[in-house]
């Protein structure tokens, strides 16, 4: 009889004390929100006075990336990574890698000049024409295959690995040199987004693309916020560049003689990477026949026209070069078409064929 009623006892208390757990847990419940209000109303924040003259380097320290997407090994958005640009020569392929390309723009920048306007102070510029497709590096190790057995070029691409692949290279150029990250940024947004009405007539931002174009239109009004605010003495930019920057942002209107540096500095960074594709697209260039609108020496803009002379000479008019002629070269791989039957056999043809840098040389008409 003693051991039943312990026993009832301890039963009790058990039941006691689940009890008040229960009710606990009651008390902390979290009210039920209809659909659609599953983390309750939206708060402002307001943007508290004195933010603008916080110092950069603690403004920058509350930027938070956006995580890195990853998808499962062997999957279609993996297969189809970037790629390098392949132009078809019949029985054969050339590849260009993007950061090759980009150093052919820097050697255009280098020698900027002659009828063309050359910017002081430059180094910014000449640092986002090396570097403006820096995010490509890793990636063009090897050239991809797509589901038809083709070279995955560089245009063809699906959204995700395109613009995780700038996005990387956006942040390694802000690392380096806020202006010349700043300029990227436009580089990129801009080739989803009309080239800020460069090409007005290319189709609007593709909805797969229209997060990426917001996050670094985003970026660029901070990036020139922190430029604005810093004491670089050597920084090109001024308070009519903001004017100029929004125009950039409106989608229906386009900076019409702009103040300050940005909008110029960009068409140049165009011009440079368009002159480069001219000689990376196709083995038998120009890829292009012109280039720019670009900022002329003499205040008015110049559009750049491009003529083949012989094989490895070309007229460009107006000539936008200090020197004449001006020799450039880009490395390529050529491979036959036979070996790119499955990734590895590409990979070791690719390797296997060496490097061959192509030469041009530029000069002015006579």
Known sequence: MRRDRRRGRGTGRRVHRQARVDAGRRLHRRPHRPPGQAHGPRRRHRL???HRHRPI???RARIRRRPRRRHPRGSRRQRRRPAVIVADLGDRYRFVTQPDHAALAGQFAD?????AARPVPFDSLAVAAYLHDAGWTDYDRRPRLDDDGEP???RGMPADPWTDLYETGIEAVVDLDTYAGLLVSLHGAGLRNRRY???????ETPPAFEGFVEREERRQRRLLEDLLAGEDSGCPVSPADETTLAAMHDPDRAPENPDGRLWDDYRRLQ????LSLSFCLTDSPPGYGSVGPVPGADGTDETLSIARVEDDEFCVDPYPFDTAPLAVGVPTRTVAKSAAGDPSTLARAYYGAGRRTETFRLRPPD
């Open 271 to 274: 011009a440079w990477d368009a």
């Open 152 to 154: 995955v070029d560089f």
């Open 111 to 115: 020698r900027w000049g002659g009828a």
């Open 57 to 59: 380097e603690d403004r």
């Open 48 to 50: 508290r006075v004195g």
């Open 197 to 203: 009405g460069l090409s007005p007539e290319w189709p």
